[in-house]
Structure formats: C-alpha cells, structure tokens
Nanobody, 125 residues
Framework: QVQLVESGGGLVQAGGSLRLSCAAS????????MGWFRQAPGKEREFVAV????????YYADSVKGRFTISRDNAKNTVYLQMNSLKPEDTAVYYC??????????????????WGQGTQVTVSS
C-alpha cells in the first residue's frame, strides 16, 4: 500500500509561484512512477507531469511545459511540483498519484493505482 498526502496549495496572483509537495508512505516509493494531475471545476482530471522511478525521466503536459518542474527526493519519499508563471487557467485541485507497477503509459488517470486527497491551487488574475 502507498499513502499520499499533498500540501503546498493556496491562492496566488497570476505570474506567481507555488511548490506542491506529496509525501508518500510505503517501501515502494523509489520504484514508483509519480505523477501530478489536476481537475478544474466541470472538467475532466488531466495529466500535468510525471517523474519515472530510478531514471528520473520527466514528462509534462504541453500546457505546463517550461513553467512547471517535477522532482523527487527518494530519501524523503517526497515528490514536488514547482509551478512558476502561474496563470488563472492553472486553477484546479492538484492530485498526486503513484504507479507501483511497470508497463503502460503515464498520461491517464487509470495508469495510476494510488492517489492523494488533492490540494487546491487558485490563481487570481
């Protein structure tokens, strides 16, 4: 089992920055792909970024590429999402997700088997 707890959300003005953290429990963290998704009101949950286990490869949604950075600290069982140059359209609940098995893609909700409770990010214009 993996338990995920997000923190770091809040209210920020457009152009500002936030750093989200996701603390994970469980011994499989270092072998898990860790992703961030977000869901705005009335919209589907969408992929934001993923960092692959061990190799540390990262992939981003086009909408956040160049503004957001995902990273992980396996010693602290924590994954981060640094969000810069925030826009009002980034407003959403942000979810951390873990995939503890190999195979498949990284871009869909069903690719992940553990989820956090979410943290609200609101960007004012």
């Amino acid at each position: 089992q993996v338990q995920l707890v997000e923190s770091g959300g809040g209210l920020v003005q457009a152009g500002g920055s936030l750093r989200l953290s996701c603390a994970a429990s469980g011994r499989t963290f270092s072998n898990s792909a860790m992703g961030w998704f977000r869901q705005a009101p009335g919209k589907e949950r969408e992929f934001v970024a993923v960092i692959i286990s061990n190799g540390g490869e990262t992939y981003y949604a086009d909408s956040v590429k160049g503004r957001f950075t995902i990273s992980r600290d396996n010693a602290k069982n924590t994954v981060y999402l640094q969000m810069n140059s925030l826009k009002p359209e980034d407003t959403a609940v942000y979810y951390c997700a873990a995939r503890t098995y190999y195979g498949g893609s990284y871009y869909y909700s069903y690719d992940y088997n553990f989820w956090g409770q979410g943290t609200q990010v609101t960007v004012s214009s």
